[in-house]
């Protein structure tokens, strides 16, 4: 079983900033991507950031230069520092990590978001 933690969602005025912090525990051998997407009200689950093991980082053309996703030394662990944030951000975050399992498969596991809103 992987399980997937987030934190550090809340309210933020608009040009503010918040870190969020994703934590995978579990069964897990080794992670080949993290990252982070997500869904405002009425709208489409969308990729905000991920990076993979080669090093490729993606972002969401609407959070270029503004996001920015790493990891931690332990390699099961996704920051996502957002600056300059604007209403348009409000959603619920959810964490994403493709991870190879300790019994031989891939699996793509989920977090059950953190609430992010942007308002002044």
């Known amino acids: 079983q992987v399980q997937l933690v987030e934190s550090g969602g809340g309210l933020v005025q608009p040009g503010g900033s918040l870190r969020l912090s994703c934590a995978a525990s579990g069964s897990i051998r080794s992670t080949n991507e993290m990252g982070w997407y997500r869904q405002a009200p009425g709208k489409e689950r969308e990729l905000v950031a991920r990076i993979r093991s080669s090093g490729i980082i993606d972002y969401a053309d609407s959070v270029k230069g503004r996001f920015t996703i790493s990891t931690d030394n332990a390699e099961n662990t996704v920051y996502l520092e957002m600056s300059s944030l604007k209403p348009e951000d409000t959603a619920v975050y959810y964490c994403?990590?493709?991870?190879?399992?300790?019994?031989?498969?891939?699996?793509?596991?989920w977090g059950q978001g953190t609430q992010v809103t942007v308002s002044s």
């Open positions: 994403n990590a493709l991870v190879f399992t300790t019994i031989g498969i891939f699996a793509s596991c």
